[in-house]
């Protein structure tokens, strides 16, 4: 079982707007800390979506956001496209471990 | 821009001994960065297993600390993992991952692209 909590799938048709949640406690989302995003495609690396909470790294596209309030977090896709279909996971610090946490991953399928 | 490779064995027998290596190409392991393990079971989440920064200060995962060790190789440029005594549970592909060392916040901006480790008798 996995320290953050995301739902383990999300759909929606291309043009539409999703959201993927990440909820957390009070000793890593909940205590302060930033939390990130990432994409997974099989077989491949994972890629940094979103990180320290809403920003994005070069190259990614401003259809991802992210944003965080309190122990949860929430990464929102706009105009959904067919090669946006992968495995999300968020990921933040938990210092009751001294380390990263993950969520369980969100499988997004496009209709 | 940095990238990492990971190679080691892809299949293993209960109670042995898992040895990977992750390469570090397009930057110095010497560099102000923390460099992780993290795994993925068949069917399950992301699993962080542990840190290594180059003055070979550690961080593990408390579940896997007892098994654990993670060690740098300078000259070579490239960071281990060993796992003791491995299990089925043990089974996953296995990332490593570079943290950069930014104040206030903790994520891993590259990764490799993986390797699977299958522990079957």
């Known amino acids: 079982q996995s320290v953050l909590t995301q739902p383990p799938s999300v759909s929606g048709a291309p043009g539409q707007r999703v959201t993927i949640s990440c909820t957390g406690s009070?000793?890593?989302?909940?205590?302060?800390?930033?939390v990130h995003w990432y994409q997974h495609l099989p077989g491949t690396a994972p890629k940094v979506l979103i990180y320290?909470?809403?920003n994005r790294p070069s190259g990614v596209p401003d259809r991802f956001s992210g944003s965080k309030s309190g122990t949860s977090a929430s990464l929102a896709i706009t105009g959904l496209q067919a090669e946006d279909e992968a495995e999300y996971y968020c990921q933040s610090y938990d210092n009751s471990l001294s380390g990263g946490v993950f969520g369980g991953g969100t499988k997004l399928t496009v209709l | 821009q940095v990238q990492l490779q990971e190679s080691g064995p892809g299949l293993l027998k209960p109670s042995e001994t898992l040895s990977l290596t992750c390469a570090v190409s397009?930057?110095?392991?010497?560099?102000?960065?923390?460099w992780s393990w993290v795994r993925q079971p068949p069917g399950k989440g992301l699993e962080w297993i542990g840190e290594i920064h180059h003055s070979e200060t550690t961080n593990y995962n408390p579940s896997l600390k007892s098994r654990v060790t993670i060690s740098v190789d300078e000259p070579r440029n490239h960071f281990s993992l060993r796992l003791l005594s491995v299990t089925a549970a043990d089974t996953a592909v296995y990332y490593c991952a570079k943290i950069p060392m930014t104040p206030g916040t903790y994520y891993m901006d590259v990764w490799g692209k993986g390797t699977t480790v299958t522990v079957s008798s």
């Open positions: 320290g909470n809403n």
């Open positions: 009070s000793s890593n989302i909940g205590a302060g800390y930033d």
């Open positions: 397009g930057g110095s392991i010497s560099s102000l960065n923390w």
